[in-house]
């Protein structure tokens, strides 16, 4: 992946709120997560790599860029893939402020 150039957009997953739509499965107002980079507005496709998604009804919209998100992927994969836990091991988090 090529570096991002001076004016160009961040690249990086973003969550909002639909101004509009041609889908009919996405509405105006729903809530969606896509790589969107950093801005305010994005012309989004469904469809490509990872799509544009929606938030589930009752799940906080900044959780798809969280939980359901990249850094909850990261996590996960570096415990099980790289941490390895043993059973009956314990693994310590400490949290930074």
């Known amino acids: 992946m090529n570096h991002v150039a001076v004016g160009e957009v961040m690249r990086g997953s ?8 041609i889908r009919p499965r996405l509405a105006v ?3 969606v997560d896509d790589v969107t980079g950093w801005q305010h507005y994005v012309v989004a496709k469904v469809g490509g ?6 938030a589930p009804e009752g799940v906080d919209p900044r959780a798809m860029v969280s939980v359901f998100g990249v850094s ?3 996590a996960y994969f570096g415990m099980t893939e790289v941490g390895k836990p ?12």
């Open 14 to 21: 973003g969550v909002g709120q639909l101004t509009a739509s």
């Open 49 to 54: 790599i990872f799509g544009v998604n929606q």
């Open 86 to 97: 043993a059973d009956g091991s314990r693994v310590r988090f400490r949290r930074r402020k």
């Open 72 to 74: 909850d992927v990261t």
């Open 29 to 31: 107002e729903d809530w």
